[in-house]
């Protein structure tokens, strides 16, 4: 769970009414290896190679005799809120995104990309929902379109303000509960109950660690301490390098080997507005940690 999520993003604010018909094979249009239909069309600027785009979209696959099967709905795995994306020339002539480069805000479109050809570009096992013969149906809404600058900006005003929230939430929390903690300099607080030995953790090492997972609320989401999560083995990673959230990483710098702390995370320092299973959006994160081994690269 704390393991740093790399995910294909399909978010959405709803499911598009009357996007999910079953259209017309010659009501769509190519571009590159895919297919598209504009079911909404509204007049406006079509973006630039690298603008964001903010979407909506419902995953689904149509399987020979026309029925589909919902893989994905975007409202359930972006808190309700639609997701970017960044325009970028197509990868792959099975490259779904390339038909985002004809739409405008307001438009909802459904893009088909024919899982034969996906079978023949990628050759390799393909989930069990994708058979020969099947499409895969991507239904999108384009809610907004912005610059990369504009964008940028947007978000660090949101992360401001989110991170000044997350400050206030977690000193009250630690003024009420009575705890001590010490603060890193990017706002993740610890507190330090066995001191461990050696020095403290550096960026490139390899730890090992036991965890548990917890909102501010105390409901546990993780753990690898708890049979319950069905996965016991200790965490390993290289610390500094990505591989977990960003307050994990700072966090884990702040120990030694042998350590046992808890760290409080804001969540912008965590996974933000990007919900995760039993983890709402904007969730401050509490971790039980304990250090079990640590080891250098030249060791």
Known sequence: MIKKVLSFVLVSTLVISNIGC????????????????????????????????????????????????????????????????QIRPAQQRIDWQAALAVMTPGDSA????????????????????????????????????KSQDDYKKEMQDKQKEQAGTDEK??????TKNNIKAQKTESGVYYTVSKE????????????????????????????NQDTAFKHNQPLTFKVGFGSVIPGMDEGIGMLKKDAKATLYIPSTLGYGERAQPNIPANSILVFDVDITDVKSENK
Not at 36 to 55: S, W
Not at 60 to 82: F, H, Q
Not at 199 to 209: D, L, P, R, V, W
């Open 22 to 85: 079953k259209s017309n094979s010659s009501s769509f249009k190519k571009i590159s290896g895919v297919e598209y239909q504009l079911v909404k069309e509204e007049p406006g600027k079509k973006p630039q190679m690298g603008d964001i785009m903010e979407i909506s979209i419902v995953l689904k696959v149509r399987d020979k005799s026309g029925k589909d099967t919902v893989i994905a709905e975007s409202a359930k795995l972006n808190n309700g809120k639609p997701v970017p994306i």
């Open 110 to 145: 459904i893009i088909r990309v024919s899982v034969d050809s996906i079978m023949k570009a990628v050759k390799q096992p393909l989930p069990p929902f994708m058979k020969a013969g099947s499409f895969m149906i991507y239904e999108v809404k384009v809610f907004a379109i």
């Open 169 to 174: 939430m977690i000193q009250d929390y630690l």
């Open 196 to 223: 461990g030995s050696g020095e403290k953790i550096a960026k490139g090492q390899t730890i090992s660690m036991m965890y548990t997972g917890k909102t501010l609320d105390g409901k546990v989401f993780d753990s």
